[in-house]
């Protein structure tokens, strides 16, 4: 989730609103992030205007990246279109991978590591979970090393690795899952790995049951 505390100005007021988008005041052109929470509109400010937030039920899993936190009056709009978002209050920086789609392939019965992974204000001591789906609960994938889990994340977070022991998974389509090391979460959990930063595809055979029969002689 995200709040704001602090936010500073002149009348501000109850019911005041911030958008994050790309572009303050655009006529239908300004774009929210992909997966903020509730398309980057906040709820009604608090608070004498100085409280804002985008609620507590669904988290943020957007891509990292610095977007503009758009301010509109409850005084003179009903704050529901873009274009009325027309001041520009400052930058909201997204910490997290950059873009999306950081897909990456590794081979089952093998080690497996990868570098270059972009993002913003990327850390070590981020964690990388291999999930069926990020953010959900029983998930996790039978005969990977650690239950999917990056036995480290180095290199102010550029570097994944699952250590020296060999993947033995599946082979199959799965998704790289991150959490970031300064949430208070203690990213344990498999809901923790609410961010999606692409597909690792495990190269090898699936099922891993696929019993077959020969007669001796």
Same mark, same amino acid.
């Given at each position: %989730?995200?709040?704001?505390? @602090?936010?500073?100005?002149?009348?501000?007021?109850? @019911?005041? *609103?911030?958008?994050?988008?790309?572009?303050?005041?655009?006529? @239908? *052109?300004?774009?929210?992030?992909? *997966?903020?929470?509730?398309? @980057?509109?906040?709820?009604p400010a608090e608070g004498g205007g100085s409280r804002v937030s985008w609620?507590?039920?669904?988290?943020? %899993? &957007?891509?990292?990246?610095?977007?503009?936190?758009?301010?509109?009056?409850?005084?003179?709009?009903?704050?529901?279109?873009? &274009?009325?978002f027309r001041v520009d209050a400052g930058g909201l920086t997204v910490v997290?991978?950059?873009?999306?789609?950081?897909?990456?392939?590794?081979?089952?019965?093998?080690?497996?590591r990868f570098e270059h992974v972009l993002g913003m204000s990327l850390a070590d001591g981020d964690s990388v979970l291999v999930l069926e789906t990020c953010g959900v609960a029983d998930s996790l994938l039978p005969r990977m090393i650690s239950a999917g889990m990056a036995s480290a994340v180095v290199a102010s977070g550029a570097a994944v690795s699952w250590g020296l022991v060999p993947l033995t998974a599946a082979g199959g389509q799965y *998704?790289?899952?991150?959490?970031?090391?300064?949430?208070?979460?203690?990213?344990?959990?498999?809901?923790?790995?609410?961010?999606?930063?692409g597909s690792l595809t495990m190269l090898g055979p699936s099922p891993l049951q696929q019993h077959r029969t020969c007669v001796s002689g």
């Open positions: %989730s995200c709040a704001i505390d @602090g936010l500073q100005g002149k009348h501000l007021q109850d @019911g005041d *609103r911030l958008w994050v988008l790309d572009t303050c005041g655009g006529s @239908g *052109r300004a774009v929210a992030p992909a *997966r903020f929470a509730a398309e @980057g509109r906040s709820l609620g507590s039920a669904v988290a943020i %899993s &957007s891509s990292g990246g610095t977007y503009r936190l758009c301010w509109c009056s409850s005084a003179v709009s009903g704050c529901e279109s873009s &274009s009325d997290g991978p950059m873009p999306l789609s950081q897909d990456r392939t590794c081979q089952s019965g093998q080690t497996c *998704r790289l899952c991150w959490c970031a090391e300064r949430v208070e979460s203690a990213c344990e959990r498999s809901e923790d790995f609410r961010v999606d930063m």
